[in-house]
T-cell receptor
């Protein structure tokens, strides 16, 4: 079974802090994704990566950056946290082969609160 | 462009009765379709997927879905609901050849009454 592990289940940070959310997958998947999930807005794609050191903006990249130095690890960075970034963050991975036909595999999420 | 509409934001059933969660999609291509389930404070778990093989797809936990191209629908069903089925369900459409192009429905919250 694919396992996607997010380093924290719950996180509380203060406005203006730099925040790192970490995600690791163990299935050698090429593609990795970061989403945020908010009530009434569903899942929205922040960034995705299709290879090491490669990244592409999703639908809502403003205020975020990402890092992918190793294939198994994809980090989401909030450069200067703001209260409107309080949300549930979900990481996912999928193989490149058969892209579009392959489901994404999700971690359990990080519930981030910015005070 | 592709889109997916989950027709009910909330569905409530009694334990032991059938479940029907409705999903319509729009796609310019032959899409792949997925259903995911999300239990409280958990990530999304894949229930089943359709990728242009059999139109009736069986998934985990007794769920199944039927792809109907003429109706552009991919409804999720289960013959008999269990209390453990209470969760939020997402219908997802994907564009072949693109890892990025997942479009999520807004979700259906399923409540199972004892």
């Amino acid at each position: 079974d694919v396992k996607v592990t997010q380093s924290s289940r719950y996180l509380v940070k203060r406005t203006g802090e730099k925040v790192f959310l970490e995600c690791v997958q163990d299935m050698d998947h090429e593609n990795m994704f970061w989403y945020r999930q908010d009530p009434g807005l569903g899942l929205r794609l922040i960034y995705f990566s299709y290879d090491v050191k490669m990244k592409e903006k999703g639908d809502i990249p403003e205020g975020y950056s990402v890092s992918r130095e190793k294939k198994e690890r994809f980090s989401l960075i909030l450069e200067s946290a703001s209260t409107n970034q309080t949300s549930m963050y979900l990481c996912a991975s999928s193989p490149q082969q058969g892209a579009g036909n392959q489901p994404q595999h999700f971690g359990d999420g990080t519930r981030l609160s910015i005070l | 462009a592709q889109s997916v509409t989950q027709l009910d934001s909330h569905v409530s059933v009694s334990e032991g009765t059938p479940v029907l969660l409705r999903c319509n999609y729009s796609s310019s291509y032959s899409p792949s379709l997925f259903w995911y389930v999300q239990h409280p404070n958990k990530g999304l778990q894949l229930l089943l997927k359709y990728t242009s093989a059999a139109t009736l797809v069986k998934g985990i936990n007794g769920f199944e879905a039927e792809f109907k191209k003429s109706e552009t629908s991919f409804h999720l069903t289960k013959p008999s609901a269990h209390m453990s089925d209470a969760a939020e369900y997402f219908c997802v459409v994907s564009e072949p050849g693109s890892a990025r192009q997942l479009t999520f429905g807004s979700g259906t919250q399923l409540t199972v009454l004892p």
